[in-house]
């Protein structure tokens, strides 16, 4: 049972014998992932603090030591020089002032000064429970050393909003800092705030950002301003959103609005409908950064708040996706893994063929840690498509239903069950006469592209480790094939 105060025991305050205990149920775990980061012990969440700093990229998660809940958050820190070989360098902010004495809680990084200064939101509670955020200052010199400020730089909640007002995302426009804040009206919605400074210590509150989306959810989680091919992008996650359709299936989404830039005198943004960026099952709160090479690269958290997973009863829980390069094209985010990742490929086999009403498997294409990619044209099939970890009763479907253009995302057979009041269908609509697949398959995830990015889908599975066919099939009707298989290096981040 997991009581308050099991929750909030700091990893400090833990005998060596216990953590030792805790790492050993991990290493038994069967569904530990190859090549996407993951914590060593405890429960992972909100990527933090994306950046690229003397010569490395840098990347924290908000990180629960003690078990596969959510408790007293740490910052966790991984460092990179490609962002595919990932160095565990330990906890970069611990939750040790009375600012954030209930956790250390998400926020973003930029470089300044020639250090590396981190935005954060500082979780606090008063004897009856009630939350009280501050937003909080560390810095990280060229030595990797962190120092946190002495006190706050925000200590106040702006009036007409709630104590859920967190997760800073900062960036510089020509002499001035901003930072847009997730935060909930008085009256339980959802907005994004608005901050300006000079120097990142002192903060002036600038005000709402204005939107078309008035009530929509009654939080927003994680915001994200960013300008990309000369528009501006507002990723965000809103909790409370009916579904509608094939959309908004999850507990909790994550998407974006295009539009113009951001009017910073006006804070105004004039933008489009909101997007989903993942149409799976297992994604929430992203995180860009731009890169030297002038990319804006998004990691997210593969996982969900309040849903229970297969391996918290190994110790640990969640992980987080691939790097994703972001580009727009007519209206709309693309997202394609990043070219690095191809250094995982090994050995690859290769396919050429026609799929006639019937299911077919090949020499070669198996596994549980790959990367596929499948092309389908001239189809006449009412249905065709991919089964992956193909056991004797488990199969994960990625299928294209003709009649409805919709390409269907099936994890019912998939192994042990996950988050199944939420249904274990995901769908999407693609017209299109030819239709591509780049897949990347962990020991408990899939991450698929479709069409070099223009819809994503991404679930955590939890297979057996037997189940390792791959079966290409077609109903009613034919399809033509061209597939392609690596296998992927899984000691890159052992």
């Known amino acids: 049972m997991w009581t308050v105060e099991k929750r909030y025991r700091r990893i400090e305050e833990v005998e060596i014998e216990e953590i030792s205990n805790l790492m050993a149920k991990v290493k038994n775990c069967p569904w530990r992932q190859t090549f996407h980061i993951q914590p060593e012990i405890g429960l992972l969440n909100d990527p933090n603090g994306f950046s690229f700093y003397n010569g490395e990229y840098h990347l924290f998660y908000q990180w629960f030591p003690l078990g596969p809940v959510h408790g007293l958050k740490y910052w966790y820190h991984k460092k990179s020089k490609d962002l ?3 160095e565990n360098v330990g906890i970069a902010i611990r939750p040790n002032d009375y600012f954030d004495s209930h956790g250390a809680y998400s926020g973003s990084a930029i470089e300044h000064n020639g ?99 008035e009530k929509f959810g009654f939080m927003w989680e994680c915001p994200d301003y960013f300008e990309l091919q000369n528009q501006g992008v507002l990723v965000f996650s809103p909790q409370g ?12 989404q994550s998407g974006y609005v295009l539009g113009e830039r951001l009017d910073l005198e006006k804070k105004v943004l004039e933008h489009g409908q909101f997007i989903e960026l993942d149409r799976g099952f297992d994604f929430y709160a992203p995180q860009t950064m731009l890169d030297p090479k002038g990319r804006r690269i998004l990691v997210g958290w593969m ?19 691939i790097p994703r390069e972001l580009s727009i094209h007519e209206g ?3 997202q394609k893994p990043i070219k690095e990742l191809e250094k995982l490929r090994k050995e690859k086999v290769e396919i050429d063929t026609e799929i006639d009403n019937e299911t077919r498997r090949f020499k070669g294409f198996y596994g549980e840690s790959y990367e596929l990619s499948a092309e389908f044209t001239n189809f006449t099939a009412e249905e065709f498509g991919i089964e992956l970890r193909v056991g004797e009763n488990e199969k994960t479907t990625i299928k294209y239903d003709s009649r409805t253009k919709q390409v269907i995302f099936d994890r019912s057979l998939s192994g042990e069950p996950v988050g199944e009041a939420f249904g274990t269908e995901r769908k999407c609509t693609i017209g299109s006469s ?3 697949f780049r897949i990347f398959v962990d020991t408990s995830s899939i991450e698929l592209f479709i069409n070099d990015g223009e819809e994503v889908f991404t679930g955590r599975i939890f297979p057996s480790k037997e189940s390792q066919g791959i079966q290409f099939y077609a109903k009613g009707g034919a399809v033509n094939l061209e597939t392609s298989l690596w296998q992927l290096d899984n000691s890159l981040n052992e």
């Open 84 to 86: 595919v070989n990932w």
């Open 115 to 213: 250090n590396l200064y981190f935005f954060y939101t500082g979780n606090t509670r008063d004897e009856n429970w009630k939350r009280h955020p501050y937003q909080c200052i560390a810095v990280m010199d060229t030595n990797g050393h962190i120092t946190k400020m002495e006190k706050p730089v925000i200590s106040e909640i702006p009036k007409g909003y709630t104590d859920h007002f967190r997760d800073p995302k900062v960036w510089k426009e020509n002499d001035t800092f901003y930072a847009v804040f997730g935060a909930q009206r008085t009256e339980e919605t959802g907005c994004i705030l608005l901050y300006s400074s000079l120097d990142l210590i002192e903060w002036t509150f600038e005000g709402e950002v204005g939107t078309n989306l």
């Open 241 to 252: 959103i009916e579904p509608e359709g094939d959309k908004f299936q999850n507990i909790y």
């Open 303 to 321: 996982g969900l708040p309040e849903i229970d997973y297969p391996t918290d009863k190994n110790e640990w829980a969640h992980c987080l996706t």
């Open 332 to 334: 709309k985010l693309l």
């Open 434 to 436: 030819t239709l591509t």
